[in-house]
């Protein structure tokens, strides 16, 4: 069929990067399965069961050969997809076909499998987290000391600097990858656990001997490269360990967001932009413009994986007993779309930090704007330490700020407080101070600093266990 008569989804087909789309295709789960009956046979093997040896290098030689064809026509006639594969596994492993998936339940692969993924998706998800968190460190650092008007409540405030702005931004950033890193470590494995998690059918294997089923349970989890398996489950691994990996991934999506929309908002003040490429168009119609696309999508997208949650927590609350199968069509839809949004986003944000750009004079004329006002209380305790009256000195002020604020407000004009007050005969004695009262690196307090000490004991010590992934150069590109 032509591909362009058949939805697509557009988190493969448009925006994630082919390593999360290939940990999420049918190659890797069902070569996964094809793992974990062999790793369930060689430990079988090791305790005792009769598997010869030829069937293990069998199935080790037939690990990705899948007929897709076969177990197609298999899952058709048989309504089972695990016993599909099994068959279909069994046709270019005849040595091995009477053991595959000996004393196991579907869960054995599915589960597994899923865990297996989940965990390789995990571990590609953090290196690039923490890239994102490097490169804005990068941008907190070269612009430290750059004076920006701050805002509350999207009115203007008190100064603060771009760099420091940017701290608020890693640190959110940070606590995403601290419980990300806290869900990667206590991933577990579900192991050999049969029908209802009793490991009935692996003790009826070995004929009753419990120590070698608890052996057989810790072995394939160590081939399967899990240090721990969850002590008791029932056919499936709790669906609350889905909710624990999709909550900081939605909590991640709320980062993005106020990220996203905090550049969009300094785009639209033309103080800070997004990487805007030479032949890139801003609008069909409206030839000038240089719309805020990245962020704009990445806004989009946060949304979905803020809401891929409530998937799972509706899973998770409603699985009756020791399982019920109606979690299984929506699994497959929301684990895969969580890891591939969050890909995507994190794809976004490197691009995005990587080639911010800020202008230094629209940040300045902006200041200039609001500082007067922001001065008049370095201004009265001048004039006081000349040996003004504090309350006559504020009413001054108050009257001469009044009138700037008018000429702003109902004319149109620049703000002239200063102005005003060089021409203010009382406030003489301060006159030659002016300058240096309104010089705005003297209003963003300890921000420099700040920035520093974050950067120094926050920053880069989270970012340690990432030390070698991040001295290999990688940039970002956008496929679209």
Known sequence: MDPHARYQSPLTSRYASPEM???????????????????????????????????????????????????????????????AHVHTFGVACPTAAGIIHLGATSCYVTDNGDLIILRDGLDMLLPKLARVIQRLSVFAD????LPTLGFTHFQPAQLTTVGKRATLWIQELLWDLRNLTRVRNDLGFRGVKGTTGTQGSFLALFEGDHDKVERLDQRVTELSGFQEYYPVTGQTYSRKIDVDILMPMASFAATVHKIATDIRLLANLKEIEEPFEKDQIGSSAMAYKRNPMRCERACSLARHLQVLVQDALGTASVQWLERTLDDSANRRICLPEAFL?????????????????????????????????????????????????????????????????????????????????????????????LDSLMDPSTFIGRAPQQVDRFLRDYVEPALKPFDAVLAKESKAELSV
């Open 21 to 83: 789309a290939a940990n999420f295709s049918d190659n890797k789960r069902f070569s996964t399965w094809r793992k974990l009956w062999l790793n369930l046979a060689i430990a079988e093997k090791e305790l005792g069961l009769d598997i010869p040896d030829a069937a293990i290098a069998e199935m080790k030689e037939h690990l990705y050969d899948i007929d897709y064809d076969l177990a197609t026509a298999e899952e058709k006639k048989r309504r089972h997809d695990v016993m």
């Open 142 to 145: 070269q612009y430290k000391n």
């Open 341 to 433: 949004t969050m890909d995507i986003l994190l794809t976004l944000l490197q691009n995005i930090s990587e080639g911010l750009v800020v202008y230094p004079k629209v940040i300045e004329r902006r200041i200039l704007q609001e500082l007067p006002f922001m001065a008049t209380e370095n201004i009265i305790m001048a004039m006081v330490k000349k040996g003004g009256d504090r309350q006559e000195c504020h009413e001054h002020v108050r009257v001469l700020s009044h009138e700037a604020g008018a000429v702003v407000k109902q004319q149109g004009g620049e703000n002239d407080l200063i102005q005003r007050i060089r021409n203010d005969a009382y406030f003489e004695p301060i006159w030659a101070e």
